[in-house]
């Protein structure tokens, strides 16, 4: 690779270093068990605190020495000048030359643009009147019937940061507004959701930063032409849409076009992107679930990360030492892939929201230059909830081929009042399946576990190889005192700045994400070829050809 197209890290003596420190660990085997036999306070040592949020990186493979290069490694990329720029508000999304703001709508003052506290100000305030005037009954159907059911259209970052906050404070929901979430343009989505629900006491929020984006239009058009036809006095809805329609939107103009009330359009701005956008208006499905005092309270879990972030020093700043180990394991130890194991089933559609958050800022193989990168940046981040996933993907994760790093994510109080026994398994179980990881199993040991079972020795000797696990694999354990908004502003937060450290190391732009946009020009030929369109499907590929010839003739025999 020519030294043009190579990224700043790589060029580093701290790279250097730190591939030749991977080898050293590496060939001779170290393991992580061994590096806490060697310090009895690695526990404490690796155990850092961000908000009221324990952080346990302790079960990794890292010594002083990693710790010290990872560091080196940040400084050497000029990690705190990036983070100065990105809380300064430079264009740090310099391919659509924007600034990655998202800290300003939780309490950030961005000096650089003084214009946006006071509209961050009155959206919240807007957010405020409109949550009240829900809750209150002031704000009625189209027939004076009081608001029951808030379904959120949108997709991405409209939809997934929302779904999942809003699920995941579950036990802080108001009585008397129930949260439905659309985001899929098959029709089945809206349908399945519009069967539970009555025209008269449902408000949609359709949330869209750009309001141009295919399966939220759809939706939202559907929404409102069952709205119409459900009634039996059409004018009166006609007339009366506004009480069931709010938008949450950049292309405000769109929004209006679409038939939404001007006054009724909140905003989100250019310097927030979509998978980072929960804090803003975009949250609204939020605010309405578990109101306006909670969902500051996210706002300030997460500020107090950014205080975090811009004033720790590198090696006991949480997210910098999770962005640096993600570097880690994907740069030195080929890992392809992270998990995330939340073990709380209110946190489970986390894994599907930093799915996003995560592959659509690091899936880049260009840098910030539009040249090639040489080496290998995000990861495939995938998860479930604990503890299901132990009795599906876990096998792979403790006897696969390769390791998959980890993070397990607890919360020490129970989340339902009156059964704490049940709590405990579930802290058990994630406690020991990342000591598990860890420690593995010895084929002696297993030997050892099965003669005393009353295995006879050949069959004992032949299944310890199988029951053999063989450990040395890393996972950090985040633990939450409570799962309430304010920790999960914190952690969401975390993950956002984890993203960005990565970025710099990698020397990408974490807030763009061209590379979505080809399937949807595409589609536009397929729709039409679908449509009977011979001349569209004549510019399609061969196999696209195939396959819509055979749904038309199939979709043709069923009807
Ligand atoms: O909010 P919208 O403009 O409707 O965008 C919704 C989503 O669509 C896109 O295709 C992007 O990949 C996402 O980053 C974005 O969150």
């Known amino acids: 690779m020519a030294d043009s197209t190579m990224v700043r890290a790589l060029q580093t003596e701290a790279w250097r270093q730190l591939q030749a420190?991977?080898?050293?660990?590496?060939?001779?085997?170290?393991?992580?068990?061994?590096?806490?036999?060697?310090?009895?306070?690695?526990?404490?040592?690796?155990?850092?605190?961000?908000?009221?949020?324990?952080?346990?990186?302790?079960?990794?493979?890292?010594?002083?020495?990693?710790?010290?290069?990872?560091?080196?490694?940040?400084?050497?990329?000029?990690?705190?000048?990036?983070?100065?720029?990105?809380?300064?508000?430079?264009?740090?999304?310099?391919?659509?030359?924007?600034?990655?703001?998202?800290?300003?709508l939780r309490g950030l003052d961005v000096e650089t643009h003084p214009d946006i506290k006071p509209d961050v100000d009155d959206a919240l305030a807007r957010m405020q009147t409109l949550v009240d005037a829900v809750h209150s009954g002031t704000w009625r159907g189209y027939s004076g019937k009081i608001i029951r059911d808030v379904v959120n259209?949108?997709?991405?970052?409209?939809?997934?940061?929302?779904?999942?906050?809003?699920?995941?404070?579950?036990?802080?929901?108001?009585?008397?507004?129930?949260?439905?979430?659309v985001s899929n343009v098959d029709p089945a989505h809206l349908s399945n959701c519009l069967s539970q629900l009555n025209p008269e006491t449902t408000l949609f929020v359709v949330a869209s930063k750009s309001f141009g984006t295919l399966?939220?239009?759809?939706?939202?058009?559907?929404?409102?032409?069952?709205?119409?036809?459900?009634?039996?006095?059409?004018?009166?809805?006609?007339?009366?849409?506004?009480?069931?329609?709010?938008?949450?939107?950049?292309?405000?103009?769109?929004?209006?076009?679409?038939?939404?009330?001007?006054?009724?359009?909140?905003?989100?701005?250019?310097?927030?992107?979509?998978?980072?956008?929960?804090?803003?208006?975009?949250?609204?499905?939020?605010?309405?679930?578990?109101?306006?005092?909670?969902?500051?309270?996210?706002?300030?879990?997460?500020?107090?990360?950014?205080?975090?972030?811009?004033?720790?020093?590198?090696a006991s700043n949480v997210p910098v030492l999770m962005g640096l180990l993600a570097v880690w394991y994907r740069n030195f130890w080929d890992a392809g892939s992270h998990a995330v194991l939340p073990y709380a089933q209110d946190l489970e559609l986390l894994p599907g929201f930093l799915q996003q958050l995560e592959m659509e800022s690091l899936g880049k193989s260009v840098d910030r230059d539009g040249e090639a990168v040489a080496i290998s940046t995000g990861p495939v981040i995938w998860g479930s909830a604990g503890t299901n996933g132990q009795h599906s993907f876990h096998q792979l994760l403790h006897q696969?081929?390769?390791?998959?790093?980890?993070?397990?994510?607890?919360?020490?109080?129970?989340?339902?009042?009156?059964?704490?026994q049940q709590h405990q398994h579930l802290l058990a179980n994630c406690f020991s399946q990342s000591r598990a990881l860890m420690e593995g199993k010895t084929s002696q040991q297993a030997e050892q576990e099965l003669l005393g079972a009353g295995e006879d020795g050949a069959r004992a000797a032949s299944l310890a190889k199988h029951k053999a696990v063989p450990g040395n694999r890393p996972s950090t354990t985040?633990?939450?005192?409570?799962?309430?908004?304010?920790?999960?502003?914190?952690?969401?937060?975390?993950?956002?700045?984890?993203?960005?450290?990565?970025?710099?190391?990698?020397?990408?732009?974490?807030?763009?994400?061209?590379?979505?946009?080809?399937?949807?020009?595409?589609?536009?030929?397929?729709?039409?070829?679908?449509?009977?369109?011979?001349a569209a499907a004549q510019t399609l590929d061969p196999s696209s050809q195939a396959l819509i010839g055979l749904c038309l003739r199939q979709a043709g025999s069923t009807t």
């Open 478 to 534: 985040f633990l939450l005192d409570n799962l309430n908004a304010f920790n999960l502003g914190s952690l969401i937060a975390l993950y956002e700045h984890k993203v960005f450290v990565q970025s710099v190391a990698w020397n990408i732009n974490a807030f763009d994400q061209w590379g979505v946009e080809i399937g949807k020009q595409l589609s536009a030929s397929a729709f039409a070829a679908l449509n009977g369109d011979e």
């Open 21 to 104: 420190h991977q080898s050293q660990l590496s060939n001779s085997g170290t393991r992580i068990t061994e590096l806490f036999a060697q310090d009895p306070q690695r526990s404490a040592t690796l155990g850092l605190t961000c908000g009221n949020i324990h952080v346990d990186f302790s079960k990794h493979l890292l010594t002083t020495q990693t710790l010290m290069l990872l560091v080196q490694l940040a400084e050497a990329v000029d990690l705190p000048q990036a983070i100065t720029d990105l809380f300064r508000g430079d264009a740090v999304n310099n391919t659509e030359c924007r600034p990655a703001l998202h800290m300003a």
């Open 153 to 181: 259209i949108g997709i991405g970052g409209s939809d997934l940061g929302p779904a999942m906050v809003t699920r995941a404070l579950r036990a802080n929901h108001l009585d008397g507004i129930r949260s439905h979430f």
């Open 400 to 420: 696969g081929t390769g390791f998959v790093p980890a993070d397990f994510i607890a919360i020490a109080s129970p989340s339902v009042a009156d059964n704490l």
């Open 215 to 314: 399966e939220t239009m759809q939706n939202a058009g559907q929404a409102r032409r069952w709205l119409i036809a459900a009634a039996d006095d059409q004018e009166q809805v006609r007339v009366n849409l506004h009480k069931h329609f709010i938008a949450v939107s950049a292309n405000k103009q769109a929004a209006v076009d679409f038939g939404i009330e001007a006054s009724q359009v909140f905003p989100v701005w250019d310097w927030v992107g979509g998978r980072f956008s929960l804090w803003s208006a975009i949250g609204l499905p939020i605010a309405m679930a578990v109101g306006m005092p909670r969902f500051r309270e996210l706002l300030a879990g997460a500020e107090l990360v950014d205080q975090h972030v811009a004033t720790t020093p590198l």
